[in-house]
């Protein structure tokens, strides 16, 4: 892309347009809401989006209208990645041939966990490999929300939703491990993309510099941001913000970039929180026994290894 | 008696919105409505950058919060994230407006 | 200048797209209908076309890059067959509810399973529902010549609809055959370049497609219906349009050959009606009162061309290259299509199905003569004396 990078310094200092304007039906503390309005803030004016079924489409466009102010189009929820790529390819041809006079805009994708790495990964995939300029974020609510919260490939080990509800049988609720998307997109096996990153909206400042550095950098940029939902995560609405700091705080969610396929941490961090301190207060957690607790700090603790996280990990008990 | 419909945009598409989606109003929505100290407030701005709804108004000339109280759904997470607890959740039923 | 060419029905449409200028195309293979992209492709990069051609990760893929091309205000094709086309079925409602205008080009081929690259029109009719136009070109000259028109008619401001350019797998497709690349200078006359109504633009931002009230849904959907009628207007005067300026002049819904005094008539589409004339000229040496219909299209369906010439027939034999298992009749589409579209015409014809051609077979002089055996049977007796016959397998005669 041809904008050029302009860090936003501080909270203080964002920029003050809305572009993801009052009035829409997400639900009261909605994460990926928050999520929506600092992204279209950091990109700005020059924007269109689209919109891959999910929550960020059937709450934001109930009814027959909704909250941007910039250009957007609704995707199918396998889609996003190939109608972004049509886009950006009209836009190159038609710019390039004269048949307009409109300037490359910043073509954004915000799929939801589903639309970017479960019925959405092929489209993703293809349009990271095709190396379209545009950003392609995933909103990373955990579950299928839309639809009354269901099991998807990022709901963590032991999440409790209708697809995965603990019982006799399945004390844990769900027995599998999340996807990496960061791993899969940006971990090499896709060539043209040369900037990805978690992001957090507990991080709201990191985060919009993570969206303007996306829209700089030529070619594909993914960005992963946690976005904490309170109906499918069972708490109440104002905690949102604190969940998604004690995410990272625990491991449960790591902020980093990757550029160029070089990691670099956005935040200096020390030590790790216990697990116990993200899992209280949710509801999608409280049937965990210790043993599920277990399991999910050595897994933290594994994958901060891995991900050579320099920090004193909890023990795993 | 036929039934008759509204009226419906070409193929679904409508104008974007210049300040608010008044078509999804949703103030009335809330049971806990913010209120702030604006003594104890630092005009930080975390609240005002953090809301869901863009419902926190920053006056930043007279350096003051208030409250967008058409779209807040009252879910206190500007009330939660201030650094310095100046915003209290205080009951709908307890405000004559 | 016209330009004489020899070759496919692919290159043909090619031809067609090289001429309007494409902004975008969506490319996948699968047979019959690759060529056409690797023809697109090697023509991008001898600067022939200047078009951008997106390799899609499969037929689904290609649908919605062309759909998000279009919303972009771009001029964008895509193309596929057999179950690629039903690969792609979730796109066909949203980018004809959505009104974008792209261009698809189907080279047909019979379903899966098992793999049978052969031709049949069932790929692209199971889709018929969804509110595009569409039909089935007899040979590369048509094909070319529908893909204009199609293009026409498509982005016309009243119309605003995606089409479908059918042919015959490999009968189309891959046989060489002559036909005029036309001038221009006459298609620049033709078809004005693509303005949509909406299109994605920062400087008039707009929100497409937002989720609805189930209220607000019937009228949407009547609105769809009422463009999908008012179709049959524009598809006349498109046609006339087209005649005049290239000189070839097409029915514009219903080809009728050696009608005249004709008591039978074979009703089909698509190449197999090349087979189908050259027979009727033997029959009716032979003394068999029997014409042909050729339906140039399925949607919108021409139930009223049908209607205005049903009654000069006794007997009309439908022949369906394609199934439509546990249809009414125990035929095919067009078979059903056909009895719906005069069933109060007064002193209609018998309507009698046939299913043949399938798998890719081509419909022999032996099989037309054998169904005008079975048809001469019927007005023989009067009445339906078998409502659908699968030729070859379950003939009466």
């Known amino acids: 892309m041809t904008v050029q990078y302009e860090e936003i310094k501080s909270v203080k200092k964002a920029p003050d347009e809305e572009f993801y304007l009052p009035g829409h039906r997400t639900c009261a503390g909605c994460g990926p809401a928050i999520g929506y309005r600092l992204i279209a803030k950091a990109a700005g004016r020059n924007t269109i989006f689209i919109g891959p079924t999910g929550c960020m489409y059937v709450a934001n466009t109930s009814y027959a209208c909704g909250p941007w102010k910039v250009p957007w189009t609704h995707a199918q929820i396998t889609n996003g990645g190939a109608v972004a790529s049509g886009i950006e390819v009209a836009f190159k041809q038609l710019i390039k041939k004269g048949k307009i006079k409109d300037e490359f805009p910043n073509i954004i994708v915000m799929a939801g966990d589903g639309g970017s790495i479960d019925i959405g990964v092929q489209a993703a995939s293809a349009l990271f490999y095709r190396g379209h300029d545009v950003l392609f974020i995933m909103y990373d609510n955990e579950s299928y929300a839309n639809t009354g919260i269901q099991v998807s490939p990022m709901t963590p080990y032991g999440g409790n939703t209708t697809f995965t509800p603990p019982g006799p049988m399945i004390p844990e609720g769900k027995k599998l491990f999340p996807k990496d998307p960061m791993l899969i997109f940006a971990g090499g096996g896709h060539p043209a993309v040369k900037y990805a990153a978690t992001a957090s909206i507990g991080y709201p400042v990191d985060l919009m510099n993570k969206v303007r550095k996306g829209l700089a950098f030529e070619g594909p940029a993914f960005l992963h941001v946690h976005c904490p939902c309170p109906k499918g995560w069972t708490y109440p609405s104002d905690r949102t913000i604190d969940l998604a700091k004690l995410a990272v705080q625990t491991g449960m969610w790591f902020l980093y970039e990757l550029e160029d396929g070089v990691r670099k941490w956005s935040r200096k961090v020390d030590k790790l929180r216990p697990v116990e301190d993200y899992l209280l207060g949710q509801g999608r957690f409280t049937h965990l026994e210790p043993e599920h607790v277990a399991k999910l700090q050595a897994w933290v603790n594994e994958r901060a290894q891995v991900l050579g996280l320099n920090a004193t990990l909890p023990p795993v008990h | ?97 | 200048m016209t330009t004489k060419k020899r070759s496919t029905g692919l290159t043909a449409v090619c031809d067609a797209w090289q001429l309007v200028d494409i902004d975008v195309t969506a490319s996948y293979p699968i047979r019959p209908y690759t060529a056409v992209m690797a023809e697109v492709a090697k023509r991008i990069a001898n600067g022939q076309m200047k078009c951008e051609m997106v390799y899609a990760e499969g037929e689904h893929g290609q649908f919605s890059i062309a759909h998000g091309a279009s919303m972009a205000g771009a001029r964008a094709t895509t193309g596929s067959s057999g179950v690629g086309l039903t690969y792609a079925a979730e796109l066909y409602s949203p980018i004809a509810g959505g009104r974008c205008p792209i261009q698809v080009l189907v080279g047909d081929r019979t379903l899966d399973p098992p793999g049978d690259f052969g031709s049949e029109h069932t790929d692209c009719l199971t889709m018929r529902d969804n509110g595009w136009i569409f039909g089935w070109a007899q040979d590369a000259q048509e094909a070319l010549d529908n893909s204009l028109m199609c293009f026409r008619i498509g982005e016309d401001p009243d119309i605003m609809l995606p089409q479908i350019v059918a042919m015959d797998g490999y009968f189309v497709t891959h046989i060489t055959q002559d036909y005029e690349v036309p001038d221009q200078d006459l298609v620049d006359r033709f078809l004005p370049p693509f303005k949509p109504k909406f299109r994605l633009d920062v400087n008039n931002p707009v929100i497409m497609g937002p989720q609805i009230t189930p209220e607000m849904g019937p009228p949407l959907e009547w609105d769809r219906n009422v463009v999908m009628q008012r179709a049959k207007g524009k598809i006349v005067e498109v046609t006339e349009e087209f005649g005049r300026l290239f000189g070839r002049h097409y029915a514009p819904f219903v080809e009728e050959y050696m009608t005249e005094g004709a008591e039978m008539v074979f009703l089909l589409q698509g190449a197999h009606a090349v087979t189908c004339k050259s027979a009727v000229k033997y029959l009716r040496e032979a003394g068999y009162p029997v014409g042909m219909l050729r339906l140039r299209w399925v949607r919108p369906f021409p139930e009223e061309a049908l209607q205005a010439i049903a009654a000069k027939f006794k007997v009309i034999g439908v022949i369906d290259t394609g199934t439509s298992y546990g249809a009414a009749g125990g035929g095919g589409v067009l078979l059903v299509e056909t009895r719906a579209s005069i069933s109060e015409t007064p002193d209609k014809p018998i309507v009698q199905g046939f299913t043949s051609g399938l798998g890719g077979e081509v419909i022999t002089h032996d099989e037309f003569f054998r169904m005008a055996e079975m048809m001469r049977k019927t007005l023989e007796a009067g009445q339906l004396v078998q409502s659908s016959t699968w030729v070859n397998f379950n003939d009466y005669v």
């Open chain 2, 1 to 97: 008696m036929a039934k008759s419909y509204p009226e419906v945009p070409f193929a679904a598409i409508v104008p974007c919105p210049t300040v608010e989606n008044d078509k999804m109003v949703t103030g009335n929505w809330r049971s806990l409505r913010p209120v702030v100290d604006m003594e104890t407030c630092t005009f930080c701005k975390t609240c005002w950058l953090l809301c869901p709804d863009a419902s926190v108004v920053s006056d930043d000339e007279a350096e003051e919060i208030s409250f967008n109280l058409k779209y807040c759904k009252g879910c206190g997470i500007c009330s939660s994230v201030c650094p310095v607890d100046a915003i209290r959740r205080v009951p709908e039923l307890d405000f004559t407006d």
